[in-house]
């Protein structure tokens, strides 16, 4: 069974500082590893996602994450935060054993961004 | 179509009535997926399709809730004699493999 864990429901930081959200996976099998963005009143976007590969993946507005193996981790960074980065931030995990499996979700993190 | 459509936006209905969330995927999509967001909690998984394949309906919280896919395309799903505890948003994503779903916005559910 794969499980996601997202360390910490709510994240604050302030503008122009480094941006860290914390995800840790559980998977029997090779995962890919998603993160997803919700910014208020609004659907899930995806950020980016690790299929294969590079283990360091970039995504759109300046986010990345890198794929450990050893440390069960795909933790999500930005260099310099802004404001427009406040929102909800998901990781998730599915396994590639079959053509389409089922996505499992973490908890979220809130992004906050200080002035 | 050009994203996954979700319909109604909202919908306020009485304790014990049923109601009906559409999803029309984006034309192609394989995949499936119904999703349930409760007030500050993560994404509940509910129910997926997969081509012709049965669906897999591990997530479904009941046997109120149902869900059916016609057509390998637009999808419904139904929760019979509503309880206070359905309300949340119900999220609707369609794909192809395991390369990231195109998530709707939504389906913001209230039971009064």
């Known amino acids: 069974a794969q499980s996601v864990t997202q360390l910490g429901s709510h994240v604050s930081v302030s503008e122009g500082a480094l941006v860290l959200l914390r995800c840790n996976y559980s998977?029997?099998?090779?995962?890919?590893l998603f993160w997803y963005v919700q910014y208020p009143n609004q659907g899930l976007q995806l950020l980016l996602k690790?299929?294969?590969?590079?283990?360091l993946v970039k995504g759109i507005n300046g986010f990345e994450a890198e794929f450990k193996k050893s440390e069960t981790s795909f933790h999500l960074t930005k260099p310099s935060a802004h404001m427009s980065d406040a929102a909800e931030y998901f990781c998730?995990?599915?396994?590639?054993?079959?053509?389409?499996?089922?996505?499992?979700f973490g908890s979220g993190t809130r992004l906050s961004i200080r002035p | 179509g050009a994203g996954v459509s979700q319909s109604p936006s909202n919908k306020v209905t009485e304790k014990g009535k049923d109601v009906e969330l559409r999803c029309d995927p984006i034309?192609?999509?394989?995949?499936l997926y119904w999703y349930r967001q409760s007030l500050g909690q993560g994404l509940e998984f509910l129910i997926y399709?997969?081509?012709?394949?049965?669906?897999?309906k591990s997530g479904l919280p009941s046997d109120r809730f149902s869900a059916e896919r016609t057509g390998g395309s637009v999808s419904t799903l139904t929760i019979q004699r509503t309880q206070q505890e359905d309300s949340a948003v119900y999220l609707c994503?369609?794909?192809?493999?395991?390369?990231?779903?195109?998530f709707g916005s939504g389906t913001r559910l209230t039971v009064v």
């Open positions: 998730a995990v599915s396994d590639r054993v079959s053509s389409a499996s089922k996505i499992i």
């Open positions: 998977s029997s099998v090779p995962p890919y």
């Open positions: 690790y299929t294969t590969g590079a283990t």
């Open positions: 034309s192609g999509h394989t995949a």
């Open positions: 399709f997969q081509g012709n394949s049965a669906p897999d």
């Open positions: 994503a369609g794909g192809q493999g395991n390369y990231g779903y195109t």
